[in-house]
């Protein structure tokens, strides 16, 4: 609010001099921040707004009419004469501008939302290159463009972090994780990362919620082709093409990837080059939406077919440990369906068919010791219907899920037999938050609770059932004498079953079922926006959470490993957010900070040297700070990135530790236009200094790399 | 002068008819120069991929541990992944590093590394036979394979073609015994002459033959896992030259082993260490040591090994598999006498006497 006001009265002063053309801002009307990719235009030009809402309008006639338009925003025309330095635009409601919500909607939690820009994009190969830059998520990365990229919050393994697309849940049956190296972010526009459980969402899950988003960023239609390389022999090229009508949007994504992905690394002091890391990779995607006065309909689907070999640790004399490969096919589709059934009453309907076809060729027999592949395809049909109800201070959300999942799993130690797998899951939740604001001392008060049950049954080598109770509580004050202060308190109980491999390789070789893992704790959060008028947002959370149970692969006999439930761990730890622009958002600054102590709180046994030692691969610190320089048509954007030690044997030996490590990454943009055609180029380099690093063991990581990408869009 | 030359003939004659066919390659034995060796050398496996494994030695004289001897002897460099047996020949160490497709070869007064041998992609080395200062085996796991190597050169010499998934490896009677586990598929073990360096023989035992001894009278012992199923039925198996003379069942998949005399052997299952009675090939039908005695968690023996100077056991206790572990000395009466922090996962211990 304060900036838009401030930068209308420079730019005042600054047009008074320039005459020649009026610099203007366009900016939200409820919150005063600036909007991107507003389209500006008479019957003469057509201009789009910069990243931060800017744009220079050349003088015209007075009489001549002006255009803003933005696909979240009402369309607005005015006089050119009638143009001060800020046009304010409102954003279109959920429906129409005609029924609007009353109910107050609250964000319970802390919520971190990244709107994928195109520089964002190009700069970045997977999404999980870009949670990572972007986030303080920790990424578990095995190195390079196709390693495998887990997200790990507050210590928690990556099975306990629900991942959702377009609202249908993507973690992998068998593993329970999600690799965020398969989607490229030209399939995305937005990630939203939740870490309490939030009204909005019917997942309960430790490790919080990431929520991947096709949709509709731009305001004008648009199509778009480009290409990158990269110093790792990485080629990628790719379209995209948006439509924009009435009621009516489509999109349409393709991409093409290859690599031989030899990237450099170091190893005891020799640089050498990583083996059987290559990849070759088509994803295509189709995303449609129809909006009618009462309605929302949004199909998405994608296809994605990937070839990628599977390299393996680095050892002592033994850098290329695999010649194994991946070969997978998968088919996405999602259906969303959000309906205003009566003025404070929506019912949002969601369908999701899931498929994919693993084959996995071995042969050198490493990975399985008498056959040379295995193959795995998997059937996996999901559903869900929630009920939306607010009335006054109330909001209550309803829901049920069904999943059903058939996985034919070909048996481990056989060829051409195979296990056939059925998993029923369903999902009853409901949540609540009410609004106090007539509370002295206090703007408003929100409390929220949400409870989920859950029960699935599957046929494994017997038969397995499960169900798990879990729920949420919330309370929420902003006071009045700070109205941009929020402060959270969340409390919350939390079971996590089994993932398919979890259950199956535990009655495979341990002939038993793994429990549930159990979690419980809290969180208090700090959220401060606008700090004293100035542009910086302050956010901190303390968290405090105990897992019992917790499944653990340990290895038994001939190096064969088997899941266990194993021990007790407290999760404690402090996360920072501080954001910043200066000089009039020219400079953006961003500093993650996260603190984690993840302990195990359990002596096992007599001489259990990993009693109040910190979990393997947990870094105890990490500091992302983030800068975005903007000027005209040039970004700038710089990563540093700080992680602690980590150690990879659970009595935190010295000798089994990795070192700290900081890398830092930047690019460079610059787009222009020329006709109708806006032109974006992108110079990155990785690993600016050259670090020597592993995030896992025996992983290395790639040294320096370089990339680049040209963007063209036809407006 | 001419009695001294006739001695001197007798006592040549009386050498040269004496050699036998065995005796024409010479069995491997103790060399009075590395009596300053003695001790109980422990393989740490390391964990699987992590490229930690580690030598750990205890003096049994002054009841002290010495870990990361490698490490500390070769400016901090790791030893490899996945360390998995050791002989000493000489003044020299051969350590099969599995996963690390080498044996590396170092000094035994100082511990340095003397280079290594190679075996190549895939080449898991399991167990290391020393015949002679120019003949050595090795059993390849991945490969199917006894390459055969000469310790001093470090040369590669020949692959010679066995069962599925070869372990163990002994040496007796002029030929090399290879246990071909086959991960659990396979109830075989080959029998190799180390003259033609073929194999000759294929003798059926149990499913899954890890482990292997060699008595004092030649009698090759072997340790068959069995399947990983609720009985876990494995055995042991009496081999004479090219005979399986006896055997007994022994359940719980059994393991790890090592010979206390001619006629005795200790076996480690899933409940405990048993005595076994070589003559008579039977077992007693209780452990003297519960598993759970050794490794609280698991009840996991993983390694054995018997000191015969002291009549001590030393066991391998690998705690949870993620942490260093230790081992268990006890009396052959089952009682403990002492406990050593050493390396993660010592998979094999080695007393050298």
Known sequence: ?715 | MKRHFYLTLIIFASLFFACSKDDQVTPPKDNPLTSKYQGVYIVNEGLYGQNNASLSFINITDNVVFNNIYEDANNSNSLGDTGNEMVIFGNKGYIAVDNSNKIEIINMDTFKSLGFIDLGGAGSPRDVVIVDSTLGYVTSLYNDKLVKFNPTTKQILKDIRVGGKPEAAVYANGKIYVTNSGFGNENTVSVVDIITDSEIAKLKVGLNPRFAHTADDGTVYVVCSGQYDATGRGGIYKIVNLTVTDSVIVNNNPGESCLTSNTQMIVANSFGLYKVNLSTMSIDSTPFVNAMDINPIFGVIYSLGFDKKNNNLYCGNPKDFQQNGEIVVLNLSGTEIKRYNVGINPGTIYVKQ
């Open chain 1, 1 to 715: 609010m304060y900036f838009c006001k401030i930068f209308s009265v420079f730019l005042f002063l600054c047009n008074t001099l320039l005459l020649a053309q009026k610099v203007i801002i366009v900016c939200n009307y409820e919150t005063k921040n600036g909007i991107a990719n507003v389209t500006v235009f008479s019957d003469k030009y057509s201009y789009i707004t910069d990243n931060n809402g800017l744009l220079e309008l050349p003088k015209t006639l007075p009489s001549d009419s002006i255009y803003f338009s933005h696909v979240a925003y009402s369309k607005t025309s005015l006089l050119y004469k009638d143009i001060k330095d800020t046009v304010f635009l409102r954003p279109k409601n959920l429906i129409t501008d005609e029924i609007t919500i009353t109910a107050k909607y609250t964000e319970q939690g802390f919520k971190q939302t990244i709107d994928i820009n195109n520089v964002q994009k190009s700069n970045f190969a997977t999404i999980g290159d870009l949670i990572k830059a972007e986030s303080d998520l920790f990424i578990k990365d095995y190195g390079g463009v196709s390693g495998v990229k887990g997200v790990s919050l507050r210590g928690l393994s990556s099975e306990n972090t629900v991942v959702l697309f377009n609202e249908a849940r993507i973690n992998d049956m068998r593993t329970g994780m999600f690799d965020f190296s398969l989607i490229s972010p030209l399939a995305i526009d937005k990630i939203e990362i939740i870490k309490n459980n939030s009204i909005e969402s019917s997942y309960f899950s430790a490790g919080g919620i990431v929520k991947l988003s096709s949709g509709f960023n731009a305001a004008e239609n648009k199509i778009l082709f480009g290409a990158k390389a990269n110093s790792d022999f990485y080629r990628s090229v790719f379209f995209n093409i948006k439509q924009i009508y009435n009621n009516f949007n489509y999109s349409i994504n393709f991409e093409r990837g290859y690599s031989s992905n030899n990237y450099k690394y170091n190893f005891e002091g020799i640089e050498l080059r990583r083996q059987n890391a290559f990849f070759s990779k088509s994803f295509l995607s189709a995303d449609i939406e129809y909006r009618t006065s009462k309605n929302i309909l949004n199909l998405y689907t994608h296809y994605s077919h990937l070839k990628n070999g599977i390299p393996g640790f680095v050892v002592n004399n033994n850098t290329s440990s695999s010649s194994a490969y991946n070969l997978s096919k998968m088919y996405f589709f999602v259906a969303n369906n959000n309906y205003l059934l009566q003025n404070n009453w929506f019912i949002l309907g969601n369908v999701s068919y899931n498929y994919q076809n693993l084959y996995l060729y071995d042969p050198l027999k490493q990975i399985f010791s008498n056959k040379t592949s295995q193959s795995s395809i998997l059937h996996e049909t999901s559903g869900f219907v929630k009920s939306r109800y607010n009335k006054n201070n109330f909001i209550i959300h309803l829901g049920y899920e069904f999943t059903y999942s058939n996985l034919k799993n070909e048996m481990p130690t056989e060829n051409n037999i195979f296990l056939n797998i059925n998993k029923t899951y369903n999902k009853l939740f409901i949540n609540g938050s009410y609004s106090i604001t007539s509370v002295p001392y206090s703007k408003e008060i929100n409390f929220f609770v949400g409870f989920g049950y859950d029960f699935y049954k599957q046929n494994l080598l017997n038969t397995n059932k499960g169900n798990l109770f879990s729920y949420n509580t919330q309370a929420e004050i902003k006071p009045a004498i700070l109205p941009s202060l929020r402060l959270l308190l969340s409390f919350s109980k939390l079971l996590r079953a089994p993932s398919f491999n979890e259950q199956f390789y535990s009655s495979l070789y341990n002939l038993k079922f793994l429990n549930n893992e159990y979690y419980e704790g809290y969180d208090f959060t700090i959220d401060y926006d606008k700090i004293a008028g100035t542009d910086i947002n302050f956010t901190a959370t303390y968290y405090n959470l105990i897992s019992k149970d917790k499944i653990v692969w340990i290895p038994s006999r001939q190096a064969l490993q088997t899941p266990k439930n194993y021990g007790h761990i407290r999760y404690t730890g402090v996360e920072v957010k501080i954001e910043s622009s200066f000089f009039k958002n020219l400079i953006n600054v961003n500093v993650l900070y996260n603190y984690n102590n993840a302990l195990s709180k359990s002596k096992m046994f007599a001489g259990d040297n990993s009693f109040n030692k910190q979990l393997v691969y947990v870094p105890k610190e990490r500091i992302n700070i983030n800068t975005s320089i903007n000027y005209k048509n040039i970004t700038l954007n710089v990563y540093n990135s700080f992680t602690g030690e980590r150690f990879y044997s659970s009595d935190n030996s010295y000798k089994n530790r990795l070192n700290q490590y900081y890398v830092c990454d930047a690019s460079l943009s610059y787009f222009y236009q020329l006709l109708s055609f806006k032109h974006n180029i992108s110079f990155s380099v990785f690993n600016i200094f050259n670090t020597d690093y592993f995030v896992i063991q025996s992983y290395p990581m790639p040294l320096r790399n370089y990339s680049i990408t040209y963007i063209m869009e036809i407006l």
